[in-house]
């Protein structure tokens, strides 16, 4: 399996699922197996999860308005919300770089 490389010590530390779940910049970050500092995913995944929460929005307010039967309504506003978070969690998996988080909590 990759691994995904540490920005502070620059060896490859990180599997898919705990690069996903380092979370953005606004987070604190997961902390490096190798150096023991905190690494986020970047700029890019809040791009990108900005930019799938405002598609999921329009398509929200679309079923909203055009679907008559509520109960095909809610599937689509529920699939729509689903689906978004999901493509966000693939992207922090396999896209873009981790990168040191804006806020350091000790």
Known sequence: MKKHVCPHCGEPAFTPIQKALAGSLRTNGKPCPNCGRKCCNGMSSIYFSTTTGIIALIVIIA??????????????????????????????MF??????PIRIMQ
Request: charged share 15%; net charge negative.
């Open 63 to 92: 079923a909203y308005i055009q679907c008559t039967d509520k109960m095909v309504s809610t599937i689509i506003i529920i699939a729509s919300i689903l689906i978004s978070l999901l493509l966000n969690f693939l992207y922090d």
């Open 95 to 100: 896209f873009g770089k981790l990168t040191e």
